[in-house]
């Protein structure tokens, strides 16, 4: 099961932290990591792991060692991102019995380490090298839990009590000169009766990117800290977090990383995400089926917005993505699209009539046409148009309409125009347009075609035409007349708003 979560640091390389298998360092989540868990030391379990924020190669783990005899292998570091492991060969200051260390934290540019032993089993110890001599915290009492600042080196923060709080207060420590010394800055109520598991971890959860930020889960509150805990906010409507928050990369047009929560929001349980960073709008991102044990722990990816890890229980790691975007577009009412086309029109010969308009002819012409067509399609139109035509060339134009749509997505759609006059009459034509989109339109297009061609051809006529519809269609035409119209409309745009 997973003990601790950090968020997936830079370079995407995932540290677990988990029970009985010790953790792994996970550079590609889809797959068991090849190196399988941390050696030298081993842990039966990993409690806790931090890295330098500026320098991730420097990481550092506390744990169960499985040489029970020896109290100096339960801290180990890396140099070189949890490839390979040291460990720290001393132990802090009353620590004697091993399998009892609680909490690491590791100072933002990597020059102090701080470890806080579980209550009862030793005191809270800094070092200022990697491997070094410990120096006892003072004003930390045995038994915090300790994180830092992910900007600022100086400091670092503490609570207490940590685990299986269910009632009381917690009391917010905070260090700035580098973990020598911590004060009290801050005390929370904790209103919570369960002895079933929640209040486990009341942990101090520092915002990567921002100085002075960081929030603690009570288990029936939410609280926001920044001015490095002299600031503190409750967030609203959140209620029985059932762990500690997470953050990740912030979503487009934000400058706060995304928060992520397991809990209560609005009355309704499940996995939230936060992108205004100040708890004011939460979007659920799992639903009823997908609950997974009922996780503690979530975090966030520094790199990839919207993923999140989540330590489910006995199930290992959960790791989630926002849907993959589609060229479909997913229509909220009726969209309405207003093409503005220029179609270039390459003719063929190639006579393909699809559509019999019975018209009243007027003139005949002889050209392979090439138009400019500048289409408003909505409704039902009607179209005159006067064309001199012996010829059935088949015209194929790529459109490419800018639209205006009530949808929610961005529709990249493609229409071909295939048109067989064979030869032109003045008609009356209701056009119920389809492509390649998800809208439904119903156009009648009120069209003067006028042959001054300007096309690749032998004739160049230019066809003027004024649409209107409402959305995506399928073309069926009825004119009066003997021309065959057969537009098999293909342009190629991502509609963007000009309604």
Known sequence: MAIYMNPASSG???FSCLGDVGGMRHTDVTQSPASGMYCNPQYSNTNMLDFAESRPNTVVRVGNSTNPSSVNDDVA?????????????SAPPGYGTSGQMGSVAVAADGSRVVVSPYSGYGSPAYASSLG???????GLPSGAMVASDRSDPSTFYATYPSQWVYGNSVTIYVSTNYGASFTQVNTLPVNWGDANGNGQWVVPRPVFGEPGEFWVSTYNALYRFTHAGSSVTAIPNVYEPMGPVGFGKAAPGQAHPAVFLVGTVNGTYGFFRCDDGAGAAWTQIND?????NNPGWIEGDENIYGRCYLGAGGRGILYGNLPATSNTPTPAGTPT???TATPTKSPTATSTPSATTTASPTATRTNSPTGTASSTPTATATSTASLTNTSTPTDTAPFTPTSTA?????????????????????STATDTMANTGTPTSTATPSA???PTDTRVNTDTPTDTATLTSTATATNTRVITGTPTFTPSLTPTSSPTSSN
């Open 77 to 89: 570091y890396s140099t070189n991102n949890g490839q390979t492991w040291t460990p720290w060969g």
């Open 406 to 426: 009530s949808s929610t997505a961005t529709p990249s759609l493609t229409f071909t125009a295939s048109k067989t006059p064979s030869l032109t009459a003045t």
């Open 132 to 138: 070094g001599g410990w120096s006892t915290c003072s």
């Open 12 to 14: 995407g390389i995932l």
């Open 448 to 450: 003067t075609f006028s």
């Open 288 to 292: 009823f089926n997908h609950q997974f």
């Open 337 to 339: 699209f207003t093409p």
